[in-house]
């Protein structure tokens, strides 16, 4: 059982240890004798359920990821500069890569595309992180392989060809986990060998997550007045989470590999009807309305994918997906009769988003030339129906083909300086209520990579953008109440950067690294979903080009290990401001609201190889915005208060109990009253 102290209730020093006796995280590994110096030395890589964590802006170690209670994706990508993910509702998992929010991103799980855009008070990201084996995370464009504005997230669950070293035919694991002030947990994964050629997983997760209470025991507004009647506690976060897996592998040869996969994601309890913004708007909202604040709410996902990875002399290497993602959000929204001047929106809702597709990447090297080519096609189909209680229906359904081929060539034209331009052609047909057109657009990409010094590694790259309209939002209707703009355009644009990174066994340490990258990102006919329509032209809003969105900014990181310590410092931010239009020059210099502070990121780990103990510490340090002009913003007061969280944690392989972890940690050490911006 892994103890997950409370993120937002101080804790002594003596109440961790009291709870110390209850972490315990039982899983099946199996080592072979070894000598005391080598059992010291293969501490590291007893941690075998862990998530990786790689990204183009910083590089990571794996045993500071290992030893993170991460029971929430925020965990996992804390410390990677340009990156944020938001939420303290399960329902909104909410990843931001320098400003832009998920929507301007690619994100797939096993190769299957997530990006289903169901209602704008939740995240697009619904999964568990410990399901994960891996996250890989491209910060920005800088490809013509990835699609997107933002940058790529690529999440691989977990296989039994991962977890099972050679020789072994069967493996497992189980863990039970608490938090005194958040959640409950049980896991249990069972993992083996079928046949010589063939293997499988089967993993469940459920979780009990309750209303926590807030940091410092007080809910304030945005003037910092503690709320008449909150006692500190947050309404409308319990509910049950589980996610389960079942993944068969087969080696069809030594270099060719299938893999079958189907992930069951569901998420339900009684929800506050935005789930993104704090109890504070709930209720002021809810208040005035004289409606319910809590609404039972389900939310599922299904993932089915097919995975092919092979490898001959003859063609390289190759990896395909063929995947369907179906995600489905229903709402018993009878509580609308409590009022009856919105009795008639009384009734049952539902969305539905489904995500079919395949995606082929080749890679061959050819002397000088590593060739990449391949193709994608993703199917968007949404469908809306609202069964009201006085009998009416409204029902609608859209539909997005986004299609791509590309190819691209790093060419080495010395030891330590290569090229690689590519050239990629993007078709989206829509068939929406905006519109029916097809938008199309060949965009290119070029990079230089030189090693200055073997520890000096400097990088150019510019990428055109392309984007074709969002799929209308599902749970808002699908498009049922969208207005029609056959005139709107395509999003385009150009990402650049320029990136140093270092690493040597300099100032004492084993490894000392470091990096930066400075980044400019223009986005051309920036479309805004809720951009205003004059008075005289009725009111309201619509989906349109508003202008053009520029986000600039820096990412930097240091890192130093030495012996059992490891430390990393990185550093963010991301500017954004818009060029509007003549019509909507009341947005102009507008920002992105997801734009957040001056981000700093410090990690600390250390581990104690004769006590088999690995100490954790993380600090993430947020700057206050200052109010300012900015698109879907909060129209009281849009400034953004700064916040420390400061995130404590232990792991411990007891000797004597081979195949025995117990984790323990405090999150929130201090207590902060705090909203991620």
């Known amino acids: 059982m892994s103890v997950k102290c409370s993120p937002t209730t101080p804790l002594s020093r003596a109440s961790v240890f009291v709870l110390l006796p209850l972490a315990l995280s039982m899983q099946q590994v199996y080592a072979q004798d070894q000598t005391e110096e080598e059992e010291l030395t293969l501490l590291g890589p007893l941690v075998v359920w862990g998530t990786q964590v790689q990204s183009s802006s910083v590089k990571l170690g794996s045993e500071g990821i290992g030893i993170k209670q991460a029971d929430h994706i925020s965990d996992l990508l804390r410390s990677v500069p340009g990156v944020d993910v938001g939420g303290a509702h399960s329902l909104n998992q909410r990843i ?174 009684d929800y506050s009807y ?74 049952q809702v539902e969305g539905e988003a489904v995500n079919t597709g395949v995606n082929l990447i080749v890679r061959k090297d050819l002397g000088q030339h590593g060739i990449s080519y391949g193709a994608e096609v993703t199917q968007y189909e949404t469908d809306f129906t609202a069964n009201h209680d006085n009998g009416n229906q409204d029902t609608a359904s859209e539909e997005i083909v986004d299609s791509a081929i590309f190819v691209q060539d790093q060419i080495r034209l010395s030891e330590r300086f290569s090229v690689t331009p590519g050239i990629r052609y993007n078709v989206q047909k829509n068939d929406t209520t905006v519109t029916d057109d097809t938008f199309d657009d060949i965009t290119a990409a070029l990079a230089a990579d030189f090693d200055l010094t073997p520890t000096v590694h400097l990088r150019a790259s510019t990428t055109q953008l392309f984007k074709g309209p969002e799929i209308g939002e599902v749970f808002t209707g699908a498009g049922l109440y969208d207005t029609v703009n056959e005139g709107i355009e395509q999003e385009t644009g150009l990402n650049t950067e320029l990136s140093l990174a270092y690493a040597d066994a300099v100032l004492g340490a084993d490894e000392f690294s470091a990096g930066l990258t400075v980044f400019n990102t223009q986005l051309d006919d920036y479309i805004y979903d809720y951009a205003p329509i004059a008075e005289a032209d009725g009111g309201g809003s619509w989906k349109d080009n508003i202008g053009d969105m520029n986000i600039r900014g820096i990412e930097a990181y240091l890192g130093y290990d030495i012996g059992q310590f490891e430390a990393l410092f990185s550093y963010s931010i991301a500017d954004s401001e818009l060029d509007a239009d003549n019509d909507y020059l009341a947005l102009d210099e507008a920002r992105l609201d997801r734009k957040q502070g001056d981000t700093f990121a410090i990690g600390l780990d250390y581990h104690l190889a004769q006590s088999r103990l690995a100490l954790h510490w993380d600090t993430q340090v947020v700057k206050s915005l200052s109010t300012g002009i900015d698109l879907d913003g909060a129209t009281e007061n849009n400034a953004k208060d700064g916040f420390a969280v400061h995130n404590v944690s232990a792991k411990w392989h007891p000797a004597a109990l081979k195949g025995l972890s117990l984790t323990v940690g405090i999150d929130n050490l201090f207590d902060e009253y705090y909203a991620s911006q």
Do not use: C
């Not at 920005?140 to 050679?166: H, M, P």
């Not at 409308?236 to 996969?261: C, M, P, Q, T, V």
């Open 96 to 269: 931001t890569i320098r400003s832009m929010d998920d929507k301007d991103l690619r994100i797939s799980i096993d190769g299957a595309n997530q990006n289903t855009y169901m209602y704008h008070h939740m995240g697009n990201l619904q999964i568990h992180a410990d399901i994960l084996e891996s996250v890989d995370i491209d910060v920005g464009n800088n490809s013509v392989i990835n699609g997107g504005l933002g940058g790529t997230v690529r999440f691989r669950t977990k296989s039994a060809e991962q977890l099972l070293e050679d020789g072994q035919r069967v493996g497992g694991r189980v863990q039970l986990g608490y938090g005194d002030n958040a959640s409950s947990s049980a896991a249990i994964t069972g993992y083996g060998r079928l046949s010589d050629s063939v293997d499988v997983i089967a993993y469940y997760n459920g979780v009990k997550r309750k209303n926590y209470e807030v940091g410092g025991g007080e809910i304030k507004d945005f003037s910092g007045t503690v709320i008449d009647g909150s006692d500190g506690t947050v309404r409308g976060l319990e509910g049950d989470l589980s996610d389960a897996l079942l993944k068969f592998g087969w080696d069809i040869n030594d270099n060719h590999r299938l893999s079958f996969g189907v992930e069951s994601y569901l998420d339900e309890g």
């Open 274 to 347: 935005r789930p993104d913004m704090g109890l504070a708007t709930d209720l002021a909202i809810t208040n005035s309305l004289g409606v319910p604040l809590l609404w039972p709410t389900e939310f599922s996902r299904d993932t089915f994918t097919v995975n092919y990875e092979g490898e001959s002399a003859r063609a390289g290497s190759i990896n395909a997906t063929l995947f369907r993602n179906d995600s489905t959000l229903n709402r018993d929204e009878s509580g609308w009769a409590d009022n009856e001047a919105f009795a008639d929106s009384a009734g």
